[in-house]
């Protein structure tokens, strides 16, 4: 099974990161408002970076750093997350998606 670990752009400017097994049924979760606590109080904007990973392992792993990066670090990722790949051992893909 695959693995995808995504960030938000919010409307407040902030960035949400997850992780989730399907990717298309979780960012549609968040625009309808049932996503999670913070994204109901922070409406999401637009999905900015989504990665696919092989297992839940890694993509928890992803997740838990992004989240721990600053947001300069996490701007930086989303445009230009080959960058990071010294940074996250794991091997991600990334999958470009502009709008949801």
Do not use: W
């Not at 297992?55 to 300069?72: G, Q």
């Amino acid at each position: 099974m695959q693995y995808y670990v995504y960030i938000l752009l919010c409307k407040n400017n902030s960035l949400y990161t997850g992780y989730t097994n399907n990717l298309k049924k979780r960012i549609a979760a968040h625009f309808e408002g049932k996503g999670c606590k913070y994204t109901k109080s922070f409406k999401p904007e637009r999905l900015v970076a989504s990665f696919k990973l092989e297992n839940k392992n890694e993509a928890l792993s992803l997740e838990a750093k992004i989240k721990n990066l600053s947001r300069k670090d996490k701007d930086l990722l989303i445009i230009s997350p080959s960058s990071f790949i010294n940074i996250f051992p794991a091997i991600f893909q990334v999958i470009l998606i502009e709008e949801v």
